[in-house]
């Protein structure tokens, strides 16, 4: 009964060199920009982790500099 539709008799190729094409230019135009996608963000996030070191870093500073005023021991209020 499948057989007999017209769409199941008509020649469907397995490998079509427009489709080949298609797939070629497609990669030969999204590879490019996946590639700098993945670049901008890299280095977005190297930059951001370097920000982020560097407050961590100032912050630990001003720690040990209240701490070394003679504010150690002391408890939230001062006292």
């Known amino acids: 009964m499948l057989a007999t539709l017209p769409v199941a008799t008509s ?8 489709n080949l094409l298609i797939l070629a230019v497609a990669v030969a135009v999204l590879y490019p920009v996946q590639k700098k996608i993945r670049e901008v963000a890299s280095r977005r996030r190297r930059e951001r982790w370097a920000r982020e070191d560097r407050e961590a870093e100032e912050l ?10 003679g504010s150690a021991g002391r408890g939230p209020d001062g006292f």
């Open 60 to 69: 630990l500073r001003q720690r040990d500099r209240d701490d070394s005023d």
């Open 11 to 18: 020649s469907q190729p397995g490998f079509s060199f427009t």
